[in-house]
T-cell receptor, first 110, second 114 residues
Framework: QKEVEQNSGPLSVPEGAIASLNCTYS??????FFWYRQYSGKSPELIMS????GDKEDGRFTAQLNKASQYVSLLIRDSQPSDSATYLC??????????FGAGTRLTVKP | KAGVTQTPRYLIKTRGQQVTLSCSPI?????VSWYQQTPGQGLQFLFE???????NKGNFPGRFSGRQFSNSRSEMNVSTLELGDSALYLC?????????????FGPGTRLTVL
């Protein structure tokens, strides 16, 4: 079992819709979780971090964490074409040894 | 505040050569982590340096090495290059207040091995 798994994608949503990205992790002791966005040909850019069970909102983005289910998700409301990118879920394994999922490619169609 | 910088941005080498990549972290950040990104394997952790010491190491052969200087700048070296080393090499810096901190990525170095 991979340490961090994400929807295989690709995911396509119309402009204005909600995009839902999911991630599961294997280490039950994990305490922090990160979502990065990566545009084609660019480096990963931090979107959000979440540490506690529940929801964390930042603008159009909402991260949801359920440690009992070992599940973290990212919702993007009012999706825009500029949100089209690959979204990476990351979970630290040991200090700053970050384990990444394979990423979910999101396309937002105008 | 300036972000993470990496040099060079692009590099072309031939098999058997060696290469050194450089990373300057965000001012005040003390930890530098290196990652390799390929289409097949995704983002994989190479190693992390903190206060000039390697704190963590991923599952890569000994041909991959690194170091960190007193100003927190870090270098990564790959010796005896193989075709499979072609990848985007990313460094990420973090402040290190607690064990794990938010990592901020540099633009990467695209290495092509011919």
């Amino acid at each position: 079992q991979k340490e961090v798994e994400q929807n295989s994608g690709p995911l396509s949503v119309p402009e204005g819709a909600i995009a839902s990205l999911n991630c599961t992790y294997s280490d039950r002791g994990s305490q922090s979780f990160f979502w990065y966005r990566q545009y084609s040909g660019k480096s990963p850019e931090l979107i959000m971090s979440i540490y506690s069970n529940g929801d964390k909102e930042d603008g159009r983005f909402t991260a949801q964490l359920n440690k009992a289910s070992q599940y973290v998700s990212l919702l993007i409301r009012d999706s825009q074409p500029s949100d089209s990118a690959t979204y990476l879920c990351a979970v630290p394994y040991n200090n700053n040894d970050m384990r990444f999922g394979a990423g979910t490619r999101l396309t937002v169609k105008p | 505040k300036a972000g993470v910088t990496q040099t060079p941005r692009y590099l072309i080498k031939t098999r058997g050569q060696q290469v050194t990549l450089s990373c300057s972290p965000i001012s005040g950040h003390r930890s530098v982590s290196w990652y390799q990104q390929t289409p097949g394997q995704g983002l994989q952790f190479l190693f992390e340096y903190f206060s000039e010491t390697q704190r963590n190491k991923g599952n890569f052969p000994g041909r991959f090495s690194g170091r960190q200087f007193s100003n927190s700048r870090s270098e990564m070296n790959v010796s005896t290059l193989e075709l499979g080393d072609s990848a985007l090499y990313l460094c990420a810096s973090s402040l290190v207040m607690l064990g794990t901190d938010t990592q901020y990525f540099g633009p990467g170095t695209r290495l092509t091995v011919l």
